[in-house]
Each structure stands twice: as C-alpha cells, then as structure tokens.
DNA sequence: TATGAATGAGTGTTCATTCAT
DNA sequence: GATGAATGAACACTCATTCAT
C-alpha cells in the first residue's frame, strides 16, 4: 500500500511534469494527466488535493531555495569597478548544485507557471536583476532599463537552456562559464567608462 | 455595407490584438473581444470562422513575412572574417521596416503562438541561427549548438522585447543597435580566432 | 471475529451518529466515518450496505416505535372535557422512556430525514396531533387546522429541542413538564368554552 | 430580447425558487433547474452569475429587512410589567407588510438556507429572542434559556408556517393574531410573577 | 444581415461504491 | 476478511460555437 502510493505517486508526477513543460500548466488538463498517468481522475486526487497542489509539489521546492537566493542577491550591489559581477553568482558550487537538483522544478517556474503563484518569480528575477545592471549602463536613462531587461533576461533564460540540455554537472558548469563570459563581455560593450 | 464590414473587422481585429498580448490567447475570450470591438458575438463568426482564425489574421502577415526572411537568412553565410555578422541583418533596413510594420504580429507568433500552427516558427528561427553561429565558435562541436542557441535566442528575444516596449520608429533602431553591439561583443568573446 | 464485527459495528453507528448529528447526512462522508470509526471503508460495507442503511440502522428502531405510538395516539381523542389532554402522554413514563432511549434515533428522524424513508415521519406526526386538536379550537373550521398544525410541530420542536439539550432524565423530565404546561396553557386560550 | 431575458430570469427564479423550498439549496443541482426551467445549463450563467447568486436573488430583500427588523429587536426590552411584550412587534403593519412581501425569501432563508450566507440568520434570531425572554422566567437559570430558546422557536416556526399557508393579508393578520395569544399565554404560564 | 440566446463539451473537484489484493 | 486503491457519475462553472429570430 505505502509501496502503490509511492508508485503511483511517482507516476503521476512524472506525467504531470512532462505535460505541465510541455504545455504549461493552464493547458494541461487533470484527464490528460490522469489517461498518461494511467490511472482514473479521482485517483489524482487520492495522491494530491488539487491541480495546484500536483503543480506545487513539482515547484516548491525550487522556488523556495530560489527565493533564497533572489534575498541574497538583492543585498548585493554589482560592481563593475571590483571586476567581478555578482550575477557571477551563477559559478558559485551552491548556486550550481542548486540548478542542477531542481532542474525541473526550476524549468517549471521559468517557463510554464502561468496561472500559478509562482507566475511573477522569473519576471521578479528579471526585474530585480535588471535594476542592478541598469545604473551602469552608459546609456541614458530611458533606455538602459530596457537594455538592462535584455540583459537580466537572456542571462536567466540562457541558464535555463543548459539546464534543460545538460545532464551532467560538469557540461552544466563549464557551458555556465561561456554563457557568463558572454554575457559579461557583451555587457562591457555599453558599460560606463 | 462593405465599408461598414471592414471597419468592423478592423475594430475587432485591433481589439483581439489588444487582448490577446496583454492577457495571452488562452485567457481571452470571444466575449471580451466582442465586448471591447462593440459588435455581437454572431458578428465574429461573420468576419472569422473561429477563435484560431481570427489569431491567424492577426498573424499571417507576419509568419509569411518571416518565413520569407527565413529563408533568405538560411542561404547566408555568417562569416566572422568579414567583419560583419549577418545577423546584423537585424540592422538592415528592410527588417527593420518588417519589424516596425508586423510588430503585433511578431510579438503574437512570438509569445503566443503555442498550439497554433505557427508554434515552430520561433523555435526554427533560433534554430536557423543557431546552426550559423555554432561553428564560428571556439567550443567543442557538442557545446556549440548549445551555446549559439542560446545565443541566437537572446537576439531574437531582444528584439522582441524591444518591438514591445519602444513604438518610434528611431528608438527601435536606437535599441537594435545597441543590442547588436552587445550581442556581437559577446559572442566575440567565444569566437574562433 | 463476530464480536469484533459487533464491537466495529457499534463504533460506527456511534460516530456516524455523532456525524450525522452535528453535519447532517448530506455533508457527512463516509470517508469520515471510517477514519473516526477507526475502520476502512470497505469494512464499512462489510456491515452496512449503504450510507442510507447506515442511516435506518440508527433510526430504524426509534421511528418503529415511533410509528406505533403514533398508532396508539391514533385511537385517542383529545377531550378537554376530561382535564388532561391526551398530547399530555408525553408525560407518560413510557413515552419518556422511548425518548430517552432512542433519544439520537428520534433526532436524526426529525432533524436529518429529508430524502428517507422516513421524510414523512415528523409531518405525519404534527398532521395527526394537528387533526386531533383542530376540532377544539374555538377558530373557524379554516383556520383551526393551520393553529393546530403549529400547536403541534411546536410540542413535538420543543420535545427534540430537550431531547437534544439534556442528558439526565430528570432534566429531560422537568423541562418537558414546562415544556407541556406552556404548550396547555397557550392552547387553552383558544380553546372552545 | 429584454423581453426574453426577464421572461427566462422569471421562469428560472420560480423554478429554483420551487426546487430550494422543496429540497433545501444543497440538495437542489443546476441540472434540475435548468431541466425544470426548460434550460440548458449553460443558460442559467446568462442571468445569474452563480448559484449563489441565484439562492441570494430570492432572498437578499428578505435578508436585508429581517436584519433591519433585528436590529430595532434587539435595542427593546421585554418587559412584562408593561402587559405588551414586545415580540407583539409581530403585530405591526411594518412587519406584517414585510412577512407578505417577502413571503417566499423568508420562507427560504428560514428553513432552505443551509450551505448559504444565510444559513445563521434563523437561530441568530432565536438566540436574540431567547436572550430576551429567558430572564422573565421562573425558571432556574440553567434551565430558563433552554425554555426560551424553544418559545423563541415556537414563534417564528409559527410565523414561518402561517405565511406558508395563508396568501390573504387579513387572514395572515387574523392567524399572526391567534398565534401571539397562544404564544402569550403559554410564555405567561412559567413567568416570574 | 446582425444579434445574442442556447448549447454542450470540457474544466477541476467530490464521493459513494466496488473490488483486487 | 479486511483493506484502501480505483472508479465513475455528479457537481458548479466556462466558453467556443451555432442558429432562430
């Protein structure tokens, strides 16, 4: 009994996950779910209490240690005088270790949250992100918000896409250390002198 | 008559348009579309057979404008040694007019498209030229791929995200230009010598 | 085994009871039962056929000897010539009796039997004491019906209402001989001369 | 088309209202009143944007005077010394014009009203009745509210019961009458003297 | 021709009942 | 025999689509 719930459980979840990224959580429905996961809509609910709950029970986790990580970056201030940015946050171990164990989670968040409380994390990052990157522009005001945007933007999406594609930790850190390189040099390029 | 049909697709179309970039295609209803052009319900169905083609209205245009740019692009060569990109295609003023003329459409195919049969547009697109700008870098074959779609994503993301926010025609060029600067830069970064 | 079956068999009568007292039938699932009952609910079934053999079980015996009072009642005829008018068998040891001791029974018909079989057990109750005090009245043959039918459903309201809030005899028997000359004395005003 | 929409809001209001009197809000599905009413489901939503909203609209006027006659209960006093109680508020032309104007919303929020934000409206009356009578009884505190509470029932059960069954204004006055020298004088029977 | 009333399939959710283990 | 997993019909509600007027 405890070994079926689990299994099932674990089917479930599997299914919703592939689904819920496949075609976002609001055009996923609990009967496709459910026919994947071979087993009747009321089943669903023997596991989890709600559509939401199945969708939380992908996410919450990532979302949290991602929230905690936003705090974090929040404190700091990026600058470009020290040579380092901090969005190089993303070659720390923890911030690794974290992309990879919540890998999917965190795809879930950033890409198909519509609809769930968790729809206004990737723009928060985004926007929290770009106010950093913005006052260093060399750029007048009206504008480096937006380019700022571009910016914070292509570097989370750009994480995403490895994580999506590369399993193994090392691919996932040495592909993050071009993508940071990128980034940085591209962002030189309209840096304040 | 005729005229008054017109004028009437046109108010539809403008307010679909309206609706679904601010609330996505999912959330908006005929209703509120009706509602917001002033016409009945049945009067949809006059002017569009359906939901779909009301949204393909709003993007053919665009898609065939697109596809065609495609097309073009896929017979170029991006070659580093002659200083220029062709992605710097996205500076030509050809684009720039398709740009500024099918925004609505573009940003329709490109945030909204999921279920419709324009969903691989952008998807082809970064693909495309991706497959350009993999082997210019100096990265292991299986790496490359991975990094130029990236690339090629956050160009094309740009430039929506430009196409969104800027409606002058100067401030769009403005913005793509100071997006391809920091695009090639980067990209510089990981290139080939 | 058969006294376990019995000992299960009383626990969930008794919690069901507790249940369908405090949540009514309708918002009491049989989920609930079994988890307070401490039972599966397939054990459920193994004792009880249904929810609403569930329900007779717990009533069955209160509305058979409620059926046959109501019988007995019947064949009276409420004379105020004589001083003491037959609705006064509630002072009767042997209907207290009853009362006590089917006390939760008699509750459940009169408060949760809608869509039973014993809906009708409470109004065919106030109808027979209603037909039997109408002809006293000193009101219009019209009217005296509608007064006694409320005379009546007060009487029997007022005897659940104790039922319901008293535990010990004696309280119940104290507060229904109140409850009774009330009920006498509030008759009488309108009683023939 | 105004024509219409009033003719179906009357034909679903009157049907719903004979579904909720007869089973009771929960027990009542849309199904049956869409089937009842002609209907298809879908149709109720063009007149009530809920089912809720539909229990309410048969019963928000009533709501709304009852509190109103509530509140001017609750500020009185029952003071025997002055031979009129004032439960004998029933008399009034006020209420009496509002228990046969709002014959059907009360009868609903008195006995059909569970499940809804109604549902304590009845025996938050009874309590505050209760509260008032309670302490003229020559009754052992313990005991005096529990006899209260049934007087206080007994009355508006009356009430309810007379509007049920009487539509002539002068024969509701007539039986409201009848009632409160019934209800008098039992009350009369256990006061302090 | 234009309207909006009407529909019915679909959504998430609940729960009495059944049945393989 | 006992369990609880599994079902399926029902619920309130939404919405693209159709069609009588």
Redesign the interface.
């Known amino acids: 009994m405890q070994d079926w719930k689990e299994e099932a459980r674990h089917k479930i979840l599997s299914e919703a996950q592939h689904l819920f990224l496949e075609?976002?959580y609001?055009?996923t429905s609990l009967q496709m779910i459910a026919e994947k996961a071979g087993v009747s809509k009321g089943s669903l609910y023997r596991c989890f209490t709600s559509k939401e709950e199945l969708f939380y029970e992908l996410t919450d986790s990532a979302a949290a240690r991602l929230k905690a990580l936003l705090v974090r970056l929040r404190g700091k201030r990026f600058d470009p005088a020290t040579g380092r940015r901090e969005y190089q946050i993303f070659e720390s171990e923890e911030v690794i270790s974290m992309l990879l164990e919540e890998k999917y989670g965190l795809l879930l968040i950033m890409e198909q949250a519509?609809g769930t409380r968790y729809e206004d994390l990737r723009p928060g990052m985004i926007d929290m992100m770009a106010a950093k990157i913005a006052p260093m522009l060399a750029?007048d005001e009206e504008?480096s918000l937006?380019?700022a945007?571009?910016?914070a933007?292509?570097l989370i999406?750009?994480v995403v896409?490895?994580l999506k594609?590369?399993l193994q930790p090392r691919?996932v850190r040495?592909?993050l250390q071009?993508?940071l390189?990128?980034?940085?040099?591209?962002?030189?390029?309209?840096l304040k002198k």
């Open positions: 075609r976002g609001d055009r519509q750029v504008n937006l380019l945007q571009i910016m933007r292509n999406d750009g896409h490895i594609n590369r691919d040495a592909n071009r993508l390189e990128y980034h940085t040099r591209g962002i030189d390029s309209l």
